[in-house]
């Protein structure tokens, strides 16, 4: 389908090592002239839900700075766009929780906001699972938390996960489970 909207001019306002940002003029769909923010992000959105013969999953609790509160997440990271996307989630994986899999499940697809962004992001079930030493980055302080997936989905019920990849994960993986 062809694009209806019109790009009349852009222009950078800002950009560092993970994001530009740019502001659009624009004729919307209707002929009416509007300006639009562009988030355009240098790496992918990488998610991974660990699942043990058990079925239990792996969350990872961090602070947020844009958020201002804590938020307990599944393993997620940034995944360059030049790297393949399952090389990604195996790094992401080990990096933040330690663990290992044998097993690999594309789950989905995602926009992570589409009004505003163009940012796409990859989730990945993970089986098979061999635990090992977490390697964090410098920037990161983290807690990881082993435990039942039902709970998992009851902290999504609940309001307690609010992380839109996280949220899509937990419920599409209910869904495959026959939990929901």
């Known amino acids: 389908m062809k694009n209806p909207w019109t790009k009349i001019s852009a222009v950078e306002v800002y950009d560092n090592p993970w994001m530009q940002v740019e502001e659009h003029q624009v004729l919307a769909p209707t002929g009416a002239e509007g300006i639009y923010g562009r988030v355009h992000f240098k790496n992918r959105a990488i998610g991974i839900l660990p699942l043990d013969q058990d079925n ?23 995944g360059p766009l030049e790297e393949d996307i399952l090389e990604s989630a195996r790094r992401e994986l080990k990096e933040e929780t330690g663990l290992t899999a044998g097993k690999w499940t594309e789950l989905m697809k995602i926009h992570t906001s589409n009004s505003i962004t163009d940012e796409v992001g990859f989730v990945f079930i993970a089986e098979h699972l061999t ?9 990161e302080d983290l807690q990881v938390r ?3 997936f039902k709970e998992a989905l009851q902290l999504v019920m609940q309001g307690d996960i609010t992380d839109a990849i996280s949220v899509s994960a937990i419920l599409k993986t209910a869904i495959r489970l026959k939990m929901i």
Do not use: C, K, N
């Open 56 to 78: 239990h999953t792996w969350l990872v609790g961090q602070f947020r700075y844009t958020l201002d509160e804590y938020s307990w997440e599944i393993p997620m990271g940034g």
């Open 131 to 139: 635990v090992g030493e977490t390697e964090f980055d410098a920037t």
């Open 146 to 148: 082993r435990l039942p």
